[in-house]
């Protein structure tokens, strides 16, 4: 029979996704197969799945760790936020609403069968399923009809281990506080607790461990120190979106307030040679830029009037004045043409809006989302590019007629006629090392090989290091059964 551990966090941001991954992996090294589940997700860094949907990005990485393809069960519900109030809502892959918080709220609960019915097919595959909570179980505010947290563990009877990070500061309050203020069902769920992010010497809390314990009558597994090798890891929320100092050439990315799919970034920041600039609202683009990167969206015609609104369009034909690069991926591409269209309402309510006019294409909004798993080649190097389109809206224009990559002998987007100026919809691109190689030698820059093989190391790394501060034996005996589905389920 299968079995199944649910990791809380007592705050957002604590490092769930990043203990799940690595406890995926440490499992798998002890011979037991196992897969990630996350019942609910709000994040717009998604990732296309072998089944043709989408899930969120963390749960890709997390599958990686389990050596198993993504697949939509392993996160059937998903929030992708578009305005400051309302999300697009993904169910085992696929879009079925957008709606306003108020309004998800009274639909979550009928959507706690299809996330039952995805655990349930996960379970039955595999020895452990390993399942991330969102947020915090704390916010019993929004408890009533919650598929999030307790809720899915009431559902599914599922035992929890709750995490707390003490980079933050208060770890005991936020622990301690959270047995106070749930439920006595609820409190009696959780079974034990660990630490996550300290920086120093371990044995400096042990005080603080045994506090907790007495507290809340959980039981403490461990101190799990900061994880050195954490940015060679994909990122998933906005909040760990950092640039990071490397070499002389330099790649400008302004920071949208919808940044969707920011993980094109994450082989360009391991590069030595290359320095990654995150471009702060209210800061300019840096006039030494070698190449302005303009990422995902999921809002484009909003973001594109938060791009003129830090003065990042005038920025922007300045760098393009002193020979500058600019490559836009999705919704970068459509802002970098001359128009685009929403004519059907698609983003909010209809409209158009002049893009930057760097290219000579436009961009109609349409209700079908294409989702695919792309085999491309660069044109140019004939190096081979494995990434997924994740897009609404169609290009066409005259500089698509100088695509720059091919799919399925199709062109696929488009530059100027110096070259200067490029767009695709493909995400993941950098992430071949041979296209990778290819497109930085054109700025000045070596690539290292092996930015896959990274990665994979460093969940290695993650899972030795979990290992060696946590006690795996106990969270394995902690892991409940799964009870088969019923019917009604």
Known sequence: MAKAIMIQGAGSN????????????????????????????????????????????????????????????????????????????????????????????????????AVLESFHRLAASYDVVV?????????????????????????ADIPVILIGDIDRGGVIAQL???????????????????????RGDTSLFAEGMEIIAERTGWSGLGIVPWFEQAWRLPAEDIMDLRGRPGGPVKIAVPRLNRIANFDDLDPLSAEPEVTVDIVEAGRPLPADADLVLIPGSKSTIADLAHFRAQGWDIDLLAHVRR????????????????????????????????GLG???????????????????SHLASGEAVTGYEIHIGQTHGPDCDRAWLEVDARGEGAASQDGRIMGCYIHGLFAADGFRKAFLADLGARSAPGYGASVDAALDALADHLERHLDIDQIIALSGPVHAATPRE
């Open 14 to 113: 604590v490092g769930k996704s990043m203990l799940v991954a690595g406890l995926c992996r440490a499992l798998l090294h002890r011979g037991i197969t196992v897969a990630p589940f996350k019942p609910q997700n709000m994040s717009n860094n998604a990732a296309v799945t072998i089944d043709g949907g989408e899930i969120g990005r963390a749960q890709a990485l997390q599958a990686l760790a389990s050596r198993l393809e993504p697949h939509t069960d392993m996160n059937p519900v998903l929030l992708k936020p578009e305005t400051d109030v309302g999300a697009q809502v993904i169910v085992q892959g696929r879009r079925v609403a957008t709606l306003k918080a108020r309004d998800y709220g009274k639909m979550k609960q009928s959507l706690m069968p």
């Open 131 to 155: 399942i991330e909570g969102a947020g915090s179980p704390a916010e019993v505010n929004l408890r009533a009809g919650d598929i999030a947290n307790m809720g899915f563990a009431e559902a």
């Open 176 to 198: 301690v506080g959270t047995h106070v203020i749930l439920p006595e069902d609820d409190q009696n769920r959780i079974k034990a607790f660990a630490i996550n992010k300290f």
């Open 323 to 354: 020979g500058g690069r600019v490559l836009g991926i999705c919704g970068g591409y459509q802002m970098l043409g001359r128009e685009i269209r929403d004519d059907e309402g698609i983003e909010g309510a209809p409209s158009r809006a002049a």
């Open 358 to 376: 760097l290219l000579d294409v436009i961009t109609e909004m349409k209700p079908h989302k294409r989702l695919a798993l792309s085999n491309a």
